[in-house]
């Protein structure tokens, strides 16, 4: 166990709808990472948050978006999905966000579209 | 393009053989990690190495960064069927703020 949480661990939606999924970092860490792994594509970077702020941004569409609140926890939004958003989702959590930090993963949202 | 290729994509031997998986980049990394993902988690860390030419051991696992720091590999030694998952290195570069990850080596160990 990492300790970091994702919720749902499942999502089943249809093309076209929205879904927001959720990170709760481990205790103490200040950044949070949002990652997408598929098949062809493998586990690519979407976007890294510290402490609420933006800090790096990877190749996420603009109709994703993410934002980190007071609490620390992070929320990844996913709009006018379509059937190739449909992968893993991973969010993890490291105490500052340096390079040299170690990165802990939670279980990940498998989303499947419709 | 993918900035980092591992190879073999996929990996299938015999309880008590070795095998090596290569992680290969035309870049220089700043640092390089190797992680290992079981199916239905994340991916775990199992070692960084930071130094071109380091070797770092972890039981039966041998993990070595290239001297000009742009390749990487993963030995192991008398694989048991434990060891079985993906393996993703991954890439850091000062000049970007996160970690590249190649697309992995799926190994299978059979008992």
């Known amino acids: 166990d990492s300790g970091v949480t994702q919720t749902p661990k499942h999502l089943i939606t249809a093309t076209g709808q929205r879904v927001t999924l959720r990170c709760s970092p481990r205790s103490g860490d200040l950044s949070v990472y949002w990652y997408q792994q598929s098949l062809d594509q493998g586990l690519q970077f979407l976007i890294h948050y510290y402490n609420g702020e933006e800090r790096a941004k990877g190749n996420i569409l603009e109709r994703f978006s993410a934002q980190q609140f007071p609490d620390l926890h992070s929320e990844l939004n996913l709009s006018s999905l379509e059937l190739g958003d449909s992968a893993l989702y991973f969010c993890a959590s490291s105490e500052r966000g340096g390079l040299a930090d170690t990165q802990y993963f939670g279980p990940g949202t498998r989303l499947t579209v419709l | 393009t993918q900035l980092l290729e591992q190879s073999p994509q996929f990996l299938s031997i015999q309880e008590g053989e070795n095998l090596t998986v290569y992680c290969n980049s035309s870049?220089?990394?700043?640092?390089l990690q190797w992680y290992r993902q079981e199916p239905g988690e994340g991916p775990v860390l199992l070692v960084t190495v930071v130094t071109g030419g380091e070797v770092k051991k972890l039981k039966r696992l041998t993990f070595q960064f290239g001297d000009a720091r742009k390749d990487s590999s993963l030995h192991i030694t008398a694989a048991q069927p434990g060891d079985t998952g993906l393996y993703l290195c991954a890439g850091a570069r000062r000049s970007q703020g996160n970690l590249i990850f190649g697309k992995g080596t799926k190994l299978s160990v059979k008992p």
């Open positions: 870049s220089v990394f700043s640092s």
